[in-house]
């Protein structure tokens, strides 16, 4: 039973991961870049509810949905002034930017909110399921995350596969030259791919700081990484990688750190995803890439 | 006339390299004199160290980012082993050899050698993985040695050696033993080897060996690599031996930046702040900033980019935000084809090349 509950927390952070690894497959699968300030938009996003709901006092569904609205202008933002006239130019000036944007947003929030911790008030108020006479117990964040988990993958989907934005995105994605010629306005889908990604962090830190309630100003890098993590090892890119990915990564740390070590619990996963990408180079779900003469 | 030109066009590598040498023997002889007159404060004082360290560990990084062309995000985890197993290295042979210079020649060797074990390990990893992935495969291995490190224990008494892996009370020590590796505390007291002069040597050690690297058969081999690998591979380049030739070499100089590290301060533990992927990305910024494949540029960037945050210390809790408003101009400036054309227009060399331009 013990197992199952494990199992089923495993699920509920590896959904959040999913949702965050969302945000940096699909802005690397389009603008080809490792975007490392994502997890600080996470933080941000945390700040932001923590704000609204604990200082201010306001409701926590329009202060989620506040914290989703910022985060996805400061997405848009960050890829206007500091991504933007870097599109040219090499994958690393573009990373090593992206790290100064996420030491940027660090700060910024040191400043705001000094450097003691601050704790998240859980925004999901759904009480606890005791199932098999309360030897297993989900809690109300586990039920709200994983079903909200899948309704956003399958919208993701949708939009993705179906409306004209999202096929652009795909053109984009695919060769952004040809995309050009056919019409479809590169920057304007890049925003668009950074403004989705940055809402999807949004949503993942109201998820996530109510599991996890730890708030200060580097509590978005690990998750952020980690999420990184996720998105290599599903293939990068690919959008139901992420989603195996985030899910293989959330069950992975937490079955670890219950039965093997909590120290360890991250030597762990980065050592699955070692021996996952020396089987399979370009992760789980990755695209064979072929290389021409 | 000719003959003189080829000459001084032959010789250009050598001179450059020889004037950057002299350089840091300048410099080196500057501090000294410095110190001697008592006008070096405190502070500059325990930079001197990290300012050859962390050169060492960007020339090194240097080799692999801007030489092999390939980006690795590992550099932190290669300076911990080499800093974890010279302090290991000098703490059991404290006694044995009490003459400092040979036990730290040795203990440079040691870290050296066990960083070189691991990069060699990653390099042969690595093979089949090409750009971000492997600098994500490089990330997660220098996590993982940091997490590791933080949960071995390692004693040694009339017995032998003791190994655990869950506290110091289960190595069961004689009353003789001694703690070596105490977990998340690490290796206290290390005998404090380091110094300035030995950092400088090293340093200049480590440019000798990247830069006669660059301008070896080797060297063109792995340059040739980072060019075009299918080309390369086609001219009878062995394309796996160069590969992880270089990630070995890169991860032994990073082991000596680690013993230097090791030998300075008087307690070693890995900690997210020492050897977490936010060092190895410090370094890769002094890199990028020096300019890619640039040795000399990653010695002054080292140095400048570890001088401004101390130099920014008015600024108090704003320092960290300037810096990193500094990182992202100094990138959108040097990259943005606007900005680099701008650039171009309004620099000095090209009013210069015009007035001469209209003279003629």
Redesign the interface.
């Known amino acids: 039973m013990s197992f199952l509950s494990y199992l089923i927390k495993g699920i509920s952070l590896g959904s959040v991961y999913s949702i965050i690894a969302l945000g940096y497959t699909m802005v ?1 699968g389009i603008a080809k870049m ?1 975007n490392f300030a994502h997890g600080d938009v996470i933080m941000v996003g945390g700040f932001v509810i923590y704000t609204l709901m604990s200082l201010a006092g306001i409701n926590p569904l329009i202060s989620v949905l506040a914290a989703i609205v910022i985060c996805t202008l400061l997405g848009v933002t960050i890829e206007g002034i ?1 991504y933007r ?2 599109r ?10 992206a ?3 996420s ?2 947003l ?3 929030a ?2 705001v909110y000094g450097s003691n911790p601050k704790s998240f008030t859980s925004v999901i108020n759904v009480p606890a399921l005791k199932l098999a006479d309360g030897k297993l117990t989900i809690t109300g964040e586990t039920l709200v995350t994983i079903p909200l988990c899948i309704i956003i993958m399958v919208i993701l989907n949708l939009f993705i596969k179906k409306s004209k934005v999202g096929r652009s995105m795909i053109a984009v994605s695919e060769d952004k030259d040809a995309a050009v010629l056919m019409g479809v306005n590169v920057n304007k889908t890049i925003a668009i791919t950074f403004a989705i990604g940055s809402a999807l962090a949004g949503v993942a830190s109201a998820l996530m700081f109510s599991t996890y309630p730890n708030l200060s100003s580097t509590s978005g890098a690990m998750p952020g ?1 980690k999420a ?2 996720a998105a ?1 090892f599903g293939g ?1 890119g690919s959008i139901p990688g992420a989603m195996i990915g985030g899910v293989l990564l959330g069950i992975i740390q937490i079955l670890s750190s219950a039965y093997i ?1 909590t ?2 619990a ?2 762990i996963v ?2 699955i ?2 021996l996952v ?2 089987i399979k ?3 789980i779900m990755g695209k064979k ?1 072929h ?1 021409k ?1 | 006339m000719k003959k003189n030109i080829m000459k001084v066009n032959l010789s250009k590598d050598a001179k450059y390299n020889l004037i950057t040498i002299a350089a840091i023997i300048v410099v080196y002889a500057m501090c000294q004199i410095m110190i001697a007159a008592g006008m070096m404060s405190y502070l500059m004082k325990g930079l001197l160290v990290p300012f050859c360290y962390y050169s060492i560990l960007a020339v090194s990084l240097n080799l692999t980012v801007g030489i092999l062309g390939e980006l690795s995000l590992g550099q932190a985890g290669f300076m911990c082993i080499g800093a974890f197993a010279s302090a290991f290295f000098s703490k059991c042979t404290i006694n044995l050899i009490p003459n400092t210079f040979i036990r730290f020649t040795l203990a440079i060797f040691v870290g050296a050698l066990a960083a070189a074990i691991f990069g060699m390990f990653i390099g042969v990893a690595v093979l089949r993985l090409r750009g971000d992935y492997l600098a994500i495969v490089t990330l997660a291995f220098g996590e993982i040695i940091k997490n590791v490190l933080n949960t071995i224990f390692v004693g040694y008494d009339s017995k032998g050696f003791h190994f655990s892996l869950k506290d110091a009370a289960s190595l069961k020590l004689q009353g003789d033993g001694t703690l070596i590796i105490n977990g998340p505390q690490g290796i206290t007291s290390t005998p404090q080897d380091t110094n300035f002069t030995v950092s400088t040597l090293l340093l200049i050690a480590t440019f000798i060996i990247v830069a006669n690297l660059i301008n070896s058969r080797s060297g063109r081999a792995i340059m040739a690599i980072r060019d075009n690998r299918i080309a390369a591979e086609a001219m009878g380049i062995d394309v796996t031996k160069f590969r992880i030739l270089a990630f070995t070499i890169t991860a032994a100089l990073a082991g000596v930046a680690g013993v230097l590290y090791a030998h300075n301060i008087s307690s070693l533990n890995a900690t997210p702040k020492n050897f977490g992927y936010n060092m190895s990305i410090m370094i890769l910024v002094f890199v990028v900033l020096g300019g890619i494949g640039n040795i000399r540029g990653s010695i002054i960037a080292s140095v400048i980019l570890t001088l401004l945050p101390e130099y920014l210390r008015f600024l108090q809790d704003y320092r960290m935000l300037i810096y990193a408003i500094v990182l992202i101009i100094m990138m959108i400036l040097n990259w943005n084809p606007t900005c680099i054309a701008w650039r171009k227009k309004y620099s000095l060399g090209s009013i210069f090349r015009k007035k001469t331009q209209g003279e003629v």
């Open positions: 690397y490792l500091a006239p870097l040219k130019a090499s994958s690393l000036a573009v990373l090593i930017t790290i100064g944007v030491y940027f660090q700060n910024v040191l400043l990484i990184f993590v290599v990068i070590s120290q360890l991250d030597a980065f050592l995803l070692i990408l020396l180079p370009t992760g890439l290389e003469v």
